[in-house]
Every structure is written in structure tokens, then in C-alpha cells.
């Protein structure tokens, strides 16, 4: 949830900074790719959590967490 809800505010933040920015896409883009990439490593560490069925193995997928966490 926590992945789907960071999503829609950035992309929400994506659309005002293309309505403030004049219209202008590049900033836009790049927050909503990043944000993309955010989600899917979310989704990514969530499918991998269940697969585990330990949360003591889950350290295994530490670079994916990280990865979305800092994205």
C-alpha cells in the first residue's frame, strides 16, 4: 500500500509540476519514471515477502528495498 499510495503522489506531484512548469515535460517525465520504477520494486519486495513465507530470509532482496526506498 505504501507503494501505491508514494505513486499516486508523485505522479500527482508530476501533473502540477507540468501545470506550474508551463507545460513543459521534462521534469514531469522524469518524476513519473522514477515513481514507475519506484512502484515496481514495491510490488517487486511485496511478491518477494510471500514467497519467502520467513521474514528472517528476507535479506536476501536488500538491494531491492533499498533501491525502492531511495528511489
Not at 8 to 37: E, H, W
Not at 47 to 62: D, G, P, W
Amino acid at each position: 500500500m505504501v507503494g501505491v499510495m508514494s505513486f499516486t503522489c508523485q505522479a500527482f506531484y508530476a501533473y502540477r509540476c507540468y501545470v506550474v512548469g508551463k507545460r513543459k515535460l521534462v521534469v514531469p517525465i522524469i518524476i513519473l519514471v522514477l515513481s514507475t520504477v519506484s512502484l515496481g520494486f514495491a510490488i517487486a519486495s511485496t511478491a518477494r515477502i510471500f514467497q519467502l513465507k520467513e521474514f528472517s530470509r528476507f535479506t536476501t532482496f536488500t538491494y531491492g528495498v533499498s533501491t525502492w526506498l531511495s528511489l
